[in-house]
């Protein structure tokens, strides 16, 4: 889901008629829902993902048998860009569009690198973020204010939770701790500091200040956290969905 500036909902999501198809639906306070198939795609996976321009035109990362897809809409309809061969959506996050306009997205490259891609002008940018790591199923990613990137994966070959950090003078890796291979969920404050929520024996949150990674635990689960997702205000506070069920962090710890 995403809000344009006006305050409406718009989604992305995936559908089955007779094969996987890609939909995208807006609301308007005085027709409702509107809802668009976008033609020409059959999709190999369930997740999409969904972020708007400035002018509240979609920008949506999908998968087909070709790769990982950049799906838009301008005025003359929708088009479709292959941005990198075998590779797919691994959460609900992994498009964001900067104040520029570029977009971003993070995904799992050759051997499972995590890589984060750019579009300008003249067309994709790729840079693997961390070639010493195997991405697992899940990353999600956030800018800061300055359209800098933050991306948050479960690197298995450590079975480490590790978030990669985009400054002036390029990428920083940083281990947060022990976690295990299920969904994750960034957030930044208005600081640019990133908080995640993963899972190691629970759910628990994590957030970074000046000086250093700390983190928590929120809950216990049983099963597979098949949602996870967090939000932060531009202050810090965080809030989390988990399973359907909302969290948010107060003073007195979470509830």
């Known amino acids: 889901i995403a809000v344009n500036a006006a305050g409406l909902p718009s989604v992305s999501y995936a559908s089955y008629e007779a094969s996987l198809v890609l939909k995208f639906a807006s609301y308007s306070p005085s027709t409702g829902w509107s809802i668009e198939t976008v033609p020409g795609i059959v999709l ?3 997740a999409v993902s969904l972020a708007l321009k400035a002018d509240g035109s979609p920008a949506i990362a999908a998968a087909s048998s070709a790769g990982l897809l950049y799906v838009y809409r301008d005025g003359s309809g929708w088009h479709v860009e292959t941005i990198a061969s075998g590779a797919g959506v691994g ?8 104040g520029a306009g570029r977009v971003h997205v993070a995904y799992a490259g050759a051997a499972g690198r995590m890589t984060h891609a750019y579009r300008d ?10 070639a010493g790591s195997t991405a697992g199923g899940s990353w999600s990613l956030a800018l800061d204010s300055a359209g800098n990137p933050r991306i948050a994966y479960v690197d298995t070959t450590s079975s480490s939770l590790k978030v990669a950090i985009k400054g002036a003078g390029g990428w920083t890796v940083e281990t947060v701790g022990a976690a295990e291979d299920w969904p994750v969920s960034l957030a930044v404050d208005s600081a640019g500091y990133p908080g995640v929520s993963y899972v190691q024996s629970g759910i628990r949150y994590a957030w970074r200040t000046a000086g250093g990674w700390q983190s928590e635990a929120v809950t216990g689960f049983s099963g597979p956290p098949l949602t996870l997702s967090l939000a932060r205000t531009s202050a810090g506070a965080a809030s989390m969905m988990v399973k359907g069920a909302f969290w948010q962090r107060a003073a007195g710890g979470w509830s």
Do not use: E, L, T
Not at 121 to 130: E, I, L, T
């Open 91 to 98: 959460g609900d996050r992994v498009i964001a569009v900067d």
């Open 121 to 130: 002008g003249s067309g994709w940018h790729p840079q693997v973020v961390d």
């Open 44 to 46: 190999a996976q369930q």
